[in-house]
């Protein structure tokens, strides 16, 4: 089991800038598929960006390629997210993910989440 804790949220201005990150706990953490996922009010939790065991496979949702960075530093337990070029519509709660494939079944976990409020 992993537990994660993400930080680096807050209130930007539109065009800015922040940097998400999240610490996971325990020593396997590079057996686990990294991920971000957000949930603007009223809305379902949506998919953002992920990143291989390695590092060396990325995937972003279409409304933040080329804006989104994710990384990860395994020596250190983290992830994180650079997000440049704030727009108003990337205002939400965003939740850091471990999934782990265990025999046939994805086990998946969830940090408490993060807010981010971006201003026009």
């Known amino acids: 089991q992993v537990q994660l804790v993400e930080s680096g949220g807050g209130l930007v201005q539109a065009g800015g800038s922040l940097t998400l990150s999240c610490a996971a706990s325990?020593?396997?953490?590079?057996?686990?598929?990294m991920g971000w996922f957000r949930q603007a009010p009223g809305k379902e939790r949506k998919f953002v960006a992920t990143?291989?065991?390695?590092?060396?496979?990325?995937d972003y949702a279409d409304s933040v390629k080329g804006r989104f960075t994710i990384s990860r530093d395994n020596a250190k337990n983290t992830v994180y997210l650079k997000m440049d070029s704030l727009k108003p519509e990337d205002t939400a709660v965003y939740y850091c993910?471990?999934?782990?494939?265990?025999?046939?079944?994805?086990?998946?976990?969830w940090g408490q989440g993060t807010q981010v409020t971006v201003s026009s």
């Open positions: 993910n471990a999934r782990r494939t265990i025999a046939t079944v994805e086990v998946d976990y």
């Open positions: 325990g020593r396997t953490f590079s057996s686990y598929t």
């Open positions: 990143i291989s065991k390695t590092g060396g496979s990325t």
